[in-house]
């Protein structure tokens, strides 16, 4: 088999790896990397791939198919809630390029394209191609429909984990082992020299921080990513009865509908539906200048603040002198403005670079395993051959170390690489 490394090798985002076995290539995930500008995969380096296995919705994983769609008509195979939830994010980022006034990197067009490539697939049910080998997708407990793909060829089996989560959340169980035999695991890598925090007393912190905020009269800026972040927060302050003068905004809202559409792909649709119903939708500039205040709490995207509606209301704290506190809830890529915000306490408005004056705090509500989790989940899949990816360098460089020190023959490669197994 031989792997070729197309994007989110030694770096996190623009996900995708060509799998060659015998006649067919499978290309696994097909993102961006949401920076300024954004960055793409290297697939005009490669073969073209016979089929795409996509993993999950989040754009880093799926951000580039319309682009690549129009030099190739191949299926993309991926779980029900994927492909309404990837169509979502991809009208938004090209409406957020046309607010900005770039060219967007792909058509309408091309995204009615990947509507009529798509392949919905259940968890567990056999995709068959047609020199005999197969895949199947496995509960990866990420985010709605995400999914690990087990991939079955003659000169081997691959597990590729995409994004992975194994502890329990509030909106989804862990994700599940692969039971089949795994020669080579393609793994995460996000929090590969980290552990994470209890869940249950990170949840009491984050409660008990918002709570201390409201009572000092700040207003609380919680950035989120629009799919995933933001329906498990939402249910966190619910749990913990924060749900009063509570303001949700961004793409968020539409992500929420379509969550709601597949409760069977959630742990508990109830409580879900309960903590969004009671939450303020923002609609429009008027109502975002409303939710502006001391006392309320507001959750919009973009989780790192590479823009969205969470940048207008940090341009409308700072204007106004209202008391705002941040609280960043997901991973920071290294470059983006919630990076420098929570390094440096900067952030870029406008083209310039301006002082945040309030807290800033970063809560691990982290959809990713951490060590431990991505150790014991390579133990039970127990390949002959590890590649780590989707990780910065020194994350990388720990978890690679770690599994040469449990026996297993690991390595993380570069973007470029070519490697036959
Ligand atoms: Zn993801």
Redesign the pocket.
Known sequence: MNFHFLGGAGEVGRNAVLVESGDLRLLFDCGIKAVTPYEFPLLKEAKRPHAVALS?A?L??SGYLPAFLQHASVPVISTFPTFPLVQLLLEDTQKIAEQERRTPYFSSADLRKLQKHSRALPYHQEHLFHDGSSLKLLDAG??LGSAQVFYETKEGNVLYTG?LNTTSTQLHAPAEACKENVDVLVTESTYGNSEHPNRQQLEKKFGYAIEEALADDFAVLIPAFALGRTQEILCVLQAHGLSNNLFVDGMSVKASDIVLNFPSYLKDAQKFAEAFSRAHKVESAAERKGACKPGHVILATAGMLEGGPSMSYIQQFLKRGIKAKIFLTGFQVRGTKGRRLLEEGIIRLNGKTEKWPWEVRFFDFSAHADQKGLLRHAKKANPEKIFCVHGDPEQLKTLVHLFREEGFDAYAPQNGDKITV
């Open positions: 999950h989040h880093d994983h990420h985010i994004d």
